[in-house]
């Protein structure tokens, strides 16, 4: 199949794709400051940019858009349209991702991946945070604090 853009055209479009702040980051985001979260955003001096990272508890929670990570749903099909590009770029996508996850826990850093997918379902992603974090306030409180104030 043939995509129905030209050159120019379909490089606007995937250039305009955002990397930070987008709508399910956003979502997630409400959600953990919600529930009493406190959390740090893009540190770049961690392995693949968490989205957030709650220092005191050295968690972190990536927020994969279902296309660009090669997720298994339906918004993570490949297109039709030049697989011989599609295949190897998404494919080097998904073993960023495991290289930067492997990278975190070396240092100690627990990783929880949020799908594009999953982040509207509000109920879902509220029992993943807290499932994962542990309750809001506990463990690490201080030490968050304390990197909010620094």
Sequence with gaps: MTDTRTPEQRRRIMQSVGQKNTKPELAVRKIAHALGYR??????DL?????????????????????WHGHGCPKGRLPKSR????????????????????????LGWETLTV???????????????VEFLG?????????DASATSA
């Design 83 to 106: 697989p011989e590009f599609w295949v190897p770029k998404i494919e080097g996508n998904k073993e960023r991702d495991h290289r930067a996850e492997a990278k975190l826990a070396e």
């Design 47 to 67: 392995p693949g940019r968490p989205d957030l990272v709650f220092p005191g508890r050295k968690k972190v929670v990536f927020v994969h858009g279902c296309f």
């Design 135 to 143: 309750p809001p306030g506990a463990a690490g409180s201080l030490a």
């Design 115 to 129: 799908w594009q997918c999953e982040a509207k379902n509000v109920e879902a992603v509220t029992a993943q945070l």
């Design 39 to 44: 959390f740090r955003l893009h540190r770049k």
